[in-house]
């Protein structure tokens, strides 16, 4: 890596928390910052998981279900004492919790996406801001989804829609109210790309057409696409950056 590149990319020392990180988008953002050179805390439910990870990345791995909301502070308390103050945090965790159509979502389901996609990054937030401000500096990376922008024709999301499209309207509120600490706030809205969970579809024969038709790029998005975005955010190559939904689809969005 040239200097230049290293001081814009490298992300040398500085702390990070990545939740979701136990599989998908969350684990590859996780393995893509730690090496970049951050100490990188991994967040999830899943215990075993996450452990292996933290071996594989030299990190820490913090297990904790974000859906519950009193426990959320804990996290930040913990990376603080372990790796020290956080300067990032990658709120990759999210799901949904209903297929049904818009007006037969149960409550309960809508309540518990409006609490993990939003409430929780909202929280977790308020938990790093203290460290980042103290700091002086700070990025703050908000994973939603191009269904917070455009409907998707035959996927029933209303509740999944409206928290994610709510992270775009958290983070214009955050970047205003923290800039003047050094603290940028930013959305990255993926697209379709493949993982563990979209891989048959990508791979069934309707579903593989469906993508190609609507997305203009003739490639297939992964993971990575979405952690170079992240990674570009989390560090000083996008140091006049805050405020901003970036939009990572392949072109889905710009039909």
């Given at each position: 890596m040239?200097?230049?590149a290293?001081?814009?990319f490298?992300?040398?020392?500085?702390v990070?928390?990545v939740t979701?990180?136990?599989?998908g988008?969350?684990?590859a953002?996780?393995?893509?910052?730690?090496?970049?050179?951050?100490r990188?805390?991994?967040?999830?439910?899943?215990k075993?998981r996450?452990?292996?990870?933290?071996?594989r990345?030299d990190?820490?791995?913090?297990a904790?279900d974000l859906?519950?909301?009193?426990s959320?502070a804990?996290?930040?308390?913990?990376?603080?004492?372990t790796l020290g103050?956080p300067?990032?945090?990658?709120?990759a965790a999210?799901?949904r919790f209903?297929?049904?159509?818009?007006?037969?979502?149960?409550?309960?389901d809508i309540?518990a996406?409006?609490?993990?996609?939003?409430?929780?990054p909202?929280?977790?937030?308020?938990?790093?801001f203290?460290?980042?401000?103290?700091?002086?500096?700070?990025?703050i990376?908000?994973v939603?989804?191009?269904s917070g922008?455009?409907?998707?024709?035959?996927?029933p999301?209303?509740s999944y829609a409206?928290?994610?499209?709510?992270?775009?309207?958290l983070?214009?509120?955050l970047?205003v109210?923290?800039?003047?600490?050094?603290v940028?706030?930013n959305?990255?809205?993926?697209?379709?790309?493949?993982?563990e969970?979209?891989g048959?579809?990508y791979d069934?024969?309707?579903?593989?057409d469906?993508l190609r038709?609507?997305?203009?790029?003739?490639?297939?998005g992964?993971?990575?696409?979405i952690?170079?975005a992240?990674?570009?955010?989390?560090g000083?190559?996008?140091?006049?950056?805050?405020g901003?939904?970036?939009?990572v689809?392949g072109?889905?969005?710009a039909r």
């Open positions: 040239t200097d230049t290293a001081r814009l490298g992300l040398q020392s500085r990070a928390i979701g990180a136990s599989s988008l969350g684990a953002t996780a393995a893509t910052l730690a090496g970049l050179g951050a990188v805390a991994v967040v999830a439910r899943r075993e996450l452990m292996e990870l933290a071996a990345i990190g820490l791995a913090v904790c859906s519950n909301l009193d959320v804990t996290v930040v308390a913990e990376v603080a004492e103050p300067e990032i945090l990658v709120n999210g799901n209903s297929d049904e159509r818009a007006e037969s979502e149960r409550l309960e309540q996406t409006i609490d993990l996609n939003l409430l929780a909202f929280r977790l937030a308020q938990a790093a203290p460290h980042m401000r103290d700091l002086g500096r700070g990025s990376v908000n939603s989804s191009i922008h455009v409907g998707v024709p035959g996927i999301q209303a409206a928290s994610k499209l709510g992270l775009s309207g983070t214009a509120e970047a109210q923290w800039a003047r600490h050094g940028r706030v959305t990255v809205a993926p697209g379709f790309f493949r993982s969970i979209t048959d579809f069934s024969e309707r579903g593989g469906w038709r609507n997305t203009p790029l003739p490639i297939e992964t993971a990575d696409d952690t170079g992240i990674a570009w955010l989390a000083d190559a996008a140091r006049y950056v805050t901003q939904t970036i939009v689809d072109g889905w969005t």
